[in-house]
T-cell receptor
Framework: AQRVTQPEKLLSVFKGAPVELKCNYSYSGSPELFWYVQYSRQRLQLLLRHISRESIKGFTADLNKGETSFHLKKPFAQEEDSAMYYCALRVPYGGSQGNLIFGKGTKLSVKP | KAGVTQTPRYLIKTRGQQVTLSCSPISGHRSVSWYQQTPGQGLQFLFEYFSETQRNKGNFPGRFSGRQFSNSRSEMNVSTLELGDSALYLC??????????????FGPGTRLTVL
């Protein structure tokens, strides 16, 4: 079965420090991977997706099929990055086509 | 463009009752998905509707059901409520049936508390 694992429940860094939120997945095919973010009192929103290969708010994520990972990185964390981050996988075809499978999330806290 | 709206935002029910939650997608969006969010299990997929047809269903008991109307608005129903059904229920809409690259936009959620 497809699964997304985010090993850290909480990650605390200082402003200006690099940050890496880990995400590992289990799926034998070619999945779509996403990072969603939920700021305090706001709704869940898409941060970035692997097929776009884009950088949003300074964050990047590279899909590593060999290690089945999709870690989220930012070289210099800002206080406004403090939020809950969810990694999600979408199976592009098959019985579970379309729905997102979420990890349990990592709470990022950026201290001043 | 207005975002995804969900009503009601908060709901308190007792065990054994049933509840109906409503979701209005972004105008023009035809796909609606529902997710359950709990502290223990995180975000779990319930079902997806497109053009009034259920296209996908997660691993939830038959007490959880849903439907979609011709205007793409969707409702989900939970019958015979249990304490474990207490959760935040999120609705997400997208332009079409979920496929490569289609972004899901989430609503604020309905917080259901079962006493």
């Amino acid at each position: 079965a497809q699964r997304v694992t985010q090993p850290e429940k909480l990650l605390s860094v200082f402003k200006g420090a690099p940050v890496e939120l880990k995400c590992n997945y289990s799926y034998s095919g070619s999945p779509e991977l996403f990072w969603y973010v939920q700021y305090s009192r706001q709704r869940l929103q898409l941060l970035l997706r692997h097929i776009s290969r884009e950088s949003i708010k300074g964050f990047t994520a590279d899909l590593n099929k060999g290690e089945t990972s999709f870690h989220l990185k930012k070289p210099f964390a800002q206080e406004e990055d403090s939020a809950m981050y969810y990694c999600a996988l979408r199976v592009p075809y098959g019985g579970s086509q379309g729905n997102l499978i979420f990890g349990k999330g990592t709470k990022l806290s950026v201290k001043p | 463009k207005a975002g995804v709206t969900q009503t009601p935002r908060y709901l308190i029910k007792t065990r054994g009752q049933q509840v109906t939650l409503s979701c209005s997608p972004i105008s023009g969006h035809r796909s609606v998905s529902w997710y359950q969010q709990t502290p223990g299990q995180g975000l779990q997929f319930l079902f997806e509707y497109f053009s009034e047809t259920q296209r996908n269903k997660g691993n939830f008991p038959g007490r959880f059901s849903g439907r979609q109307f011709s205007n793409s608005r969707s409702e989900m129903n939970v019958s015979t409520l249990e304490l474990g059904d207490s959760a935040l229920y999120l609705c997400a809409s997208s332009l079409g049936t979920s496929g490569r690259g289609l972004e899901q936009y989430f609503g604020p959620g309905t917080r259901l508390t079962v006493l």
